[in-house]
């Protein structure tokens, strides 16, 4: 059984630029969430895909977008860097058959902005 | 709207004690309660749920939690600390009908040998 795999796991941008971080979900995942981990604090969710379309947003701004593709993989593109966007984005992936199952997460982005 | 509250930042117990790391919740609805656990520069790695059922609830590793309706808690427990264990623990509850989890802030373990 293949895991979720992201990346690059590491990557350095300047203020302003843009970024996308790659996202594979676990075999027979369907829904992929995004979340960032900036340091010293637990993940904050940004949003999540299901069949293709964002399913729920956390407090971002739009620069913070994304996408999913058929074979469930997913993007998530940041625009604009900000200093405050350092950190370590998490990608999760999970079987939307219900609320209670787990989410299965990747190793992640380390997002680091100069 | 859902919170999770880890009260220490750091828990330090010796080898072969037990281990205990606190998490408290707040939800509108029926709480659907996680814990993960993530070692330096890694993800999160799934420990164990609580949805419904034993209010005592066992998982990976030989961790187990205890969910307590009354004081809103979910703390996480293992009765023989190993060093191995010595990494940062997440707290995280979903409401019911709500498809994201909220994190606490996370407890650092560390075991003494």
């Known amino acids: 059984e293949t895991g979720v795999t992201q990346s690059p796991t590491h990557l350095i941008k300047t203020r302003g630029q843009q970024v996308t971080l790659r996202c594979s979900s676990q075999?027979?995942?369907?829904?992929v969430s995004w979340y960032q981990q900036a340091l010293g604090q637990g993940p904050q969710f940004i949003f999540q895909y299901y069949r293709e379309e964002e399913n729920g947003r956390g407090n971002f701004p739009p620069r913070f977008s994304g996408l999913q593709f058929p074979n469930y993989s997913s993007e998530l593109n940041v625009n604009a860097l900000e200093l405050d966007d350092s950190a370590l984005y998490l990608c999760?992936?999970?079987?939307?058959?219900?609320?209670?199952?787990?989410?299965?997460f990747g190793e992640g982005s380390r997002l680091t902005v100069l | 709207a859902q919170s999770v509250a880890q009260p220490e930042d750091q828990v330090n117990v010796a080898e072969g004690n037990p281990l205990t790391v606190k998490c408290t919740y707040s939800v509108s609805g029926n709480p659907y309660l996680f814990w993960y656990v993530q070692y330096p520069n890694r993800g999160l790695q799934f420990l164990l749920k609580y949805i419904t059922g034993d209010n005592l609830v066992k998982g990976s590793y030989g961790f187990e939690a205890e969910f307590n309706k009354s004081q809103t808690s979910f703390h996480l427990k293992k009765p023989s600390a190993l060093v191995s264990d010595s990494a940062l623990y997440f707290c995280a509850v979903r409401d019911y009908g709500n498809n994201r989890l909220a994190f606490g802030k996370g407890n650092q373990v560390v075991v003494i040998p």
């Open positions: 999760a992936s999970s079987q939307r058959t219900g609320d209670t199952g787990e989410l299965f």
């Open positions: 075999s027979g995942h369907n829904t």
